[in-house]
């Protein structure tokens, strides 16, 4: 019987491989790989001799500390999340002093993930959607600044989005906040791993809140978690209290909350994250920029600001002929073993329950880049050879000789 399931295995693998031609492992688009389990035994071991599993214990207190010393030289402090959308939701919830009531909006690139929107909707904002900059992906200024004339008192929140972990300009919202007097709260899911021009992680000095994800599937792979950063220790406290039902005494809520705790087994996942994670970050920019040079003189890219982007994935633009042959183009990846996806098409605005509820401005960028987006595969066990073997695919998908590989 072993036998017969042994011939069977040996013969689909032959099928397998005919069909992904000679050097045929499968190149799915992401591999999360969080640190394994089975070696964390010993303090597994510790967490379950302690009995404190979660409400802030001693992992959680550690992972907070050492997040803050490695990502932002000591300076402000982190505070741990269940995940990013929660964190949205606090970050949101204190942004503007509770749950919001009446039409009042929540500006937002409509190119991002649905949790930025419905994190807003879950606080009684209204997402109100901007255009991005055609270059950096990020929030577009100019959009923003024009919906910030035309709803004026109307305007809740600006919620940008650190584009795919691109280094978004934090002074231009330091200014807002300053000026005009609206919060800010940015969404910076993917951006754990990302480095400013000042050398500090993705947010440093920031006095609003920086929303990081610890998702499977981004970077800082663990399984569910998310990190608030800020450097205004008294909005980190309300966040605590927030996070913990509103309790700011024993027992007692003196604000909106809810339950926002990571547990300890997946704050030691984190911890353990954080000990490979530069080389990690190290990579996946490699792999990137490996993408970059031989994709380059055909397919169009973000243009990155600051001194290193945490790669989630590699977006990359097709050809504007080939953007109405996505599906086809990724259809015919798929039949090579090559999963590639398309973040974020379609953006909100394009999403029923988003359109029924939101409101849109001029969108014409996000438009453009939405159309002709594709997410390439990344991982953290992802070789060079494996982005060759996909660009070769890519490129005669889109009907281009692959240029790389020999004179490279
Ligand atoms: C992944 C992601 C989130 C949600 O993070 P979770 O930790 O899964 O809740 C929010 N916003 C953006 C832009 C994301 O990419």
């Known amino acids: 019987m072993e036998k017969i399931a042994e011939n069977l295995q040996a013969c689909y693998e032959i099928f397998l491989s005919l069909k992904l031609g000679s050097n045929g492992m499968k190149i799915p688009f992401l591999r999360p790989s969080p640190p394994r389990l089975s070696e964390l035994l010993g303090d597994l071991i510790q967490i379950e001799k302690s009995g404190i599993f979660t409400n802030f214990g001693p992992m959680n207190t550690r992972l907070e500390g050492e997040a803050t010393r490695r990502f932002f ?10 995940n990013a959308t929660i964190g949205l939701m606090l970050a949101m919830a204190e942004a503007v002093g509770g749950r919001a009531s009446g039409r009042r909006y929540a500006v937002m690139p409509s190119f991002t993930f649905a949790a930025t929107a419905q994190a807003a909707m ?17 929030a577009c200024p100019d959009s923003e600044n024009a919906l910030l004339e035309q709803y004026g008192d109307d305007i809740a929140l600006i919620v940008p989005y650190a584009t795919f972990g691109n280094n978004l300009d934090l002074g231009r ?19 754990l791993g990302s480095i400013g021009a000042d050398g500090f992680g ?7 809140s920086i929303v990081f ?21 008294d909005r980190r406290n309300r966040l605590r209290a927030m996070a913990n039902f509103g309790f700011s005494a024993p027992r007692t809520a003196t604000m909106l909350g809810l339950n926002g705790k990571l547990s300890e087994v997946s704050a030691l996942i984190a ?57 086809d183009i990724i259809a015919e990846l798929e039949e090579v073993g090559i999963g590639v996806a398309s973040y974020f ?11 029924n509820n939101c409101v849109a401005g001029d969108l014409p960028h996000t438009t453009a880049i939405s159309r002709r987006i594709l997410s390439l595969p990344m991982a953290d066990i992802m070789t060079l050879g494996e982005v060759d073997r996909v660009v070769e695919s890519l490129m005669r998908a889109v009907g281009h000789e692959a240029t790389m590989g020999e004179e490279a």
């Open 73 to 82: 030289g000591g300076a402000g402090g982190c505070i741990t999340v269940n």
């Open 122 to 138: 879950w606080v009684g904002l209204t997402p109100l959607f901007c255009d991005v900059d055609p270059h950096t992906w990020l």
């Open 173 to 191: 919202y330091e200014k807002i906040v300053r000026e005009r007097g609206v919060p800010v709260v940015v969404d910076a899911a993917a951006s």
């Open 202 to 208: 993705f947010g440093y000095g920031s006095s609003f």
């Open 213 to 233: 994800s610890m998702h499977a599937t981004k970077t800082f792979a663990t399984s569910e978690g998310g990190m608030i950063y800020s450097a205004d220790e």
């Open 271 to 327: 911890l353990e994250r954080l000990r490979s994670f530069d080389a990690i970050v190290e990579h996946r920019a490699n792999l990137a920029k490996a993408y970059r040079d031989a994709l380059k003189p055909v397919f169009g890219f973000q243009q990155a600001r600051g001194r290193r982007l945490a790669y989630q994935f590699m977006p990359a633009l097709l050809p504007a002929k080939s953007a109405g042959r996505r599906k």
């Open 345 to 355: 098409s379609p953006h909100l605005a394009e999403q029923s329950f988003f359109q």
